[in-house]
């Protein structure tokens, strides 16, 4: 991404919204005593695999991962095929940046539920993290073509786009951008990196044209930086 583009991404004060299996933002305390309030239930429910799970992922937002491995592997064994195990398995290997386990546990969770949206976005990302980007790309697409779901984050289409990307798939990424707009709002998020690609992609008329459609996201001064910079890069070309 050129200079200019960063900086463009900068001014226009793009935040892309917090990971959908980001721990909360419980404070540190009240872990404590929500753990140590399920410490109690558990002991006098043994065979809770429900407990198990609850506690396995305030011990995984805790960060203490090795009380949530053992939590999930009870729960686990009190309840076999559980399709909620799995996945907090993958949310767990993904907080470790154990990807090649996320993608095995995601994947075990989609085989007892393959609509689960939470599972094939862990796949995804743990996916792009491997460099695996048409598996990840396949994933992105599963989510966000699931028209019975809430509108997805817009980082899932970001990150979809970043996939395709890197396929050399500039045009679906950029079709997906402007799926991402009709469908969530224009937003520079969307729109700048569009502009990007068509440039990478050597379209610089369609670039120009979208950066006059973004011209709102910019001041004055930006737009017509990146406006002579486009113009440039199309001459050399």
Request: charged share 20%; proline share 4%; with cysteine.
């Amino acid at each position: 991404m050129n200079c200019l583009f960063h900086r463009a991404l900068l001014g226009c004060g793009l935040a892309l919204a917090l990971s959908a299996f980001a721990p909360g933002a419980t404070a540190h305390g009240d872990l404590h005593e929500r753990i140590a309030a399920l410490d109690g239930q558990i002991l006098t429910n043994q065979s809770s695999p429900e407990l198990r799970l609850q506690r396995a992922d305030l011990n995984r937002q805790h960060r203490d991962f090795t009380a949530a491995l053992l939590d999930l592997d009870q729960a686990a064994k009190l309840r076999p095929g559980w399709a909620a195990t799995h996945l907090q398995r993958a949310r767990i290997n993904s907080d470790l940046e154990n990807f090649p386990a996320t993608v095995n546990a995601a994947t075990d969770c989609l085989k007892l539920a393959p609509a689960n949206a939470d599972a094939l976005v862990l796949r995804a990302r743990a996916q792009a993290r491997l460099g695996k980007f048409a598996a990840a790309a396949a994933d992105y697409d599963a989510v966000l073509n699931y028209t019975n779901s809430a509108p997805p984050l817009p980082d899932l289409y970001l990150e979809r786009a970043r996939a395709q990307a890197a396929l050399g798939s500039l045009a679906e990424a950029i079709h997906g951008l402007d799926n991402a707009q009709k469908r969530l709002g224009a937003t520079p998020s969307f729109a700048l990196p569009a502009i990007e690609y068509e440039r990478q992609r050597g379209n610089f008329a369609a670039a120009l044209e979208r950066l006059e459609r973004a011209k709102s996201f910019f001041n004055a001064d930006s737009h017509a930086r990146l406006r002579e910079e486009i113009q440039k890069q199309a001459v050399r070309q």
